[in-house]
C-alpha cells in the first residue's frame, strides 16, 4: 500500500511536530494502522504551506483553508508529500526516503501518554504533547530490547483524547 492508496478517516492519523536538538524542528504525518504506526517527515521545519495537497482531495470534510495555522494539513510540505506518495508504506523505502521516518510495531508500544500544556514561545495553534513509549527491537536474533520515545506536539486543530484512543484500542480488521 502506498500513501496515495490509503484511505484516510479521521481516526487512522494525524500531523504532530518533533523537535530535535536544539532549535531543529521536523513535521510528521503519523498513520495508524492495523500493525503499525508510520511516521512521515513531510517537512523539515515548521511552515505552514498554501498549496493544495494529496489531503485537498482526500479529505473533504477539512473544510479549513490550506495556510491557515490552524488547519494540521497546512504543515505538510508538497514536495515531501511527492517523495512519498508512491512509495511502498511497509518496507524500508520510506526510511530510504528520510531516516526520520520511522515505523514502530502497535504490539511494542508500552504507554502513551497526553500533556495538555501550552509551550511557552511557540506561536502556532496546538493542542500539547503525545509521548509514545515503546521497545525497539535488536538486529536479528540477538533478541534484546530497548525502550524508546517519540513525541509529538499536536499541530492546529485535532483532538489529541481521540488520537491517544485510536493508538492504543485493539486494531480491527477494517484496518489498513
Known amino acids: 500500500m502506498t500513501l496515495k ?5 479521521d481516526t487512522n492519523h494525524f500531523v504532530g511536530m518533533q523537535q530535535h536538538m536544539l532549535f ?5 504525518l503519523v498513520l495508524i494502522t492495523k500493525n503499525f504506526l508510520l511516521g512521515l517527515e513531510l517537512n523539515k521545519s515548521l511552515s505552514v504551506e498554501n498549496t493544495p495537497t494529496l489531503f485537498s482531495q482526500t479529505i473533504p470534510e477539512k473544510n479549513t483553508p490550506r495556510g491557515s495555522f490552524s ?3 497546512s504543515y505538510l510540505k508538497e514536495k515531501y508529500v511527492r517523495l512519498v506518495e508512491k512509495k511502498y508504506l511497509f518496507d524500508q523505502s520510506i526510511q530510504a526516503v528520510s531516516s526520520r521516518n520511522f515505523r514502530i510495531d502497535r504490539i511494542d508500544i508500552e504507554n502513551v501518554h497526553f500533556e495538555p500544556v501550552k509551550i511557552s514561545g511557540f506561536n502556532y495553534p496546538h493542542q500539547g504533547k503525545i509521548h509514545i513509549r515503546y521497545q525497539k527491537r535488536g538486529k536479528a536474533g540477538k533478541g534484546i530490547r530497548t525502550i524508546h520515545k517519540e513525541s509529538f506536539v499536536i499541530l492546529g486543530e485535532q483532538n489529541a483524547a481521540e488520537i491517544i484512543k485510536n493508538i492504543v484500542k485493539q486494531p480491527t480488521e477494517e484496518m489498513a
Open 24 to 28: 531543529g524542528k521536523s513535521v510528521f
Open 71 to 73: 488547519n494540521p494539513y
Open 5 to 9: 492508496e490509503f484511505v484516510f478517516y
